[in-house]
């Protein structure tokens, strides 16, 4: 069986997207975006991502959140971005519920809402997304936002690293190695 060329893929996703198809119209957007399949055209991609999320796409919100975050092809925008972060997240996409927790906590583009921000964090961190749990481990090993923990920090921070996430590795192994000389000065 062959498999479909960036371009075949596009023109078939674009038939369908005309049609109507949020997922295709999403996929199109992602094309335009990334410029596969197509020339890369970001005026194109976020008129497809918004057809895509008015039909109720999950994913073309979560993409209309990086690209206002980004600012790719438009002014970045962080307000907007949480706009799009929040619809995707209460619709369960993982990034969407990263990235809106990062924001909140930052206070970038909204008031700054840490309880909501680590809300949407330990959302994210337990549904194992490995920045979320970078992020989770780094608030408890600092006491960012949250009362200072070492036990969670490890926790995790560990789990970040099995996950492949380098800073977490290695702040892992520096709470671990300052808690064995805390533990030795005593």
Sequence with gaps: ??????????????QAAKAGSPSSQNFVGYCYYIGRGVRRN???AK????????????AANFNLGIANDMGA????????AVRFYQRAASHGHLQAQANLAVLLLDGD???????????????AARRG??????????????????RRNETYAKKWLARAAKR??????RLLKSVRNKARWSAAKR
């Design 1 to 14: 069986m062959k498999s479909l060329t960036w371009k075949e893929a596009f023109e078939d996703a674009y």
């Design 42 to 44: 970001l005026k194109m």
């Design 47 to 58: 008129y497809w991502f918004k057809k895509a999320a008015v039909n109720g796409n999950v």
């Design 129 to 146: 997304d490995a920045k979320a749990q970078y992020n989770l481990g780094r608030a408890y090993a600092y006491g960012e936002d949250v």
């Design 73 to 80: 092809g438009l002014k970045r925008n962080a307000s907007r």
């Design 164 to 169: 492949g996430h380098a800073k977490a590795r």
């Design 109 to 123: 583009g909204v008031k700054k809402d840490t309880t909501a921000g680590l809300l949407w964090l330990r959302r």
